[in-house]
């Protein structure tokens, strides 16, 4: 039997949100992006794909620095799909002074693998820079935030409701760090504690290749302290990308 193992891995960048890791610098550039794609293809005995796509931006206006983000995961095995997933969020941040911000932003997800049609979030508050150098950079933010998930049709019956909404306590840690000239290493936790838990932790290596051209390796954690009937409470995905800044 003959196989044929082709993975490729491409990034592009563009202006987005909050959650990715674009070279911005207060006062030195006011726009800032990441693009990043990646694709693993099998043909032969089996037939697999899978695409990683993801669109970073950032951007200053005065006080303000508004983050932008898409990202998208299609994955697919023998013809079935077994997993596909969107995701777009938007946060704007207004600086009180050099260390201190307040925030809102608002999310939207589609999975429907986890008996959602969709998920929203909004959320609003505090944030705080404990250390802002060249080469390290750790953030928090805190505030009431709110999520509204409706159920797919088929998870609906099966539950007895349609949707469920919540007050959550909106909570994120973002730290990063030069390991060289040349890789950066980044730590994101989110987490929305209300009737639930919903938690995602991202952690990311970058090293550079050439020019504005990195690789990039990632592994996603969500949690779900309640799933619904016949769904796993965690779900982790690793990437292998490649990454485009500017």
């Known amino acids: 039997m003959r196989k044929l193992l082709l993975t490729a891995a491409i990034s592009l960048v563009m ?6 890791g674009a070279d911005f610098v207060e006062g030195d550039k006011t726009f800032a992006a990441d693009a ?28 303000w620095e508004n983050q932008y ?4 995961l299609y994955k697919e095995d023998t013809k079935e799909v077994t997993a596909k997933r969107f995701f777009a969020g938007v ?3 207004y600086q009180i002074n050099e ?22 979030t909004t959320s609003a508050g505090y944030g705080h820079r404990f250390i802002d150098t060249a080469d390290t950079s750790l953030k928090a933010e805190i505030g ?15 539950e007895g409701y349609e949707s469920t909404d919540s007050v959550v306590a909106h909570g994120v840690v973002n730290f990063q760090t030069k390991i060289s000239d ?9 987490a929305d504690w209300g009737e639930k838990l919903d938690a995602r932790s991202e952690t990311s290596l970058t090293a550079s290749i050439v ?21 796993e409470s965690t779900d982790t995905e690793t990437n292998m990308t490649l990454l485009y800044s500017f």
């Open 36 to 63: 990043e794609l990646g694709a693993t293809l099998t043909t032969g005995n089996t037939d697999t794909s899978s695409y990683k796509a993801r669109l970073d931006m950032k951007h200053e206006l005065g006080n």
């Open 15 to 20: 202006p987005c949100t909050a959650f990715a």
């Open 182 to 190: 040349s890789s950066k290493f980044q730590q994101r936790f989110v």
């Open 91 to 93: 946060q704007g941040d």
């Open 69 to 72: 983000l898409l990202e998208g």
């Open 211 to 231: 020019g504005a051209l990195a690789m990039k390796f990632a592994v996603i954690v969500r949690y779900n302290s309640e799933p619904l009937e016949g769904k």
């Open 144 to 158: 009431p935030g709110y999520i509204y998930q409706r159920l797919d049709t088929e998870t609906a019956l099966i």
């Open 99 to 120: 260390l201190s911000y307040l925030f809102a932003n608002t999310n939207y997800e589609l999975d429907p693998f986890t008996g959602y049609d969709f998920t929203s």
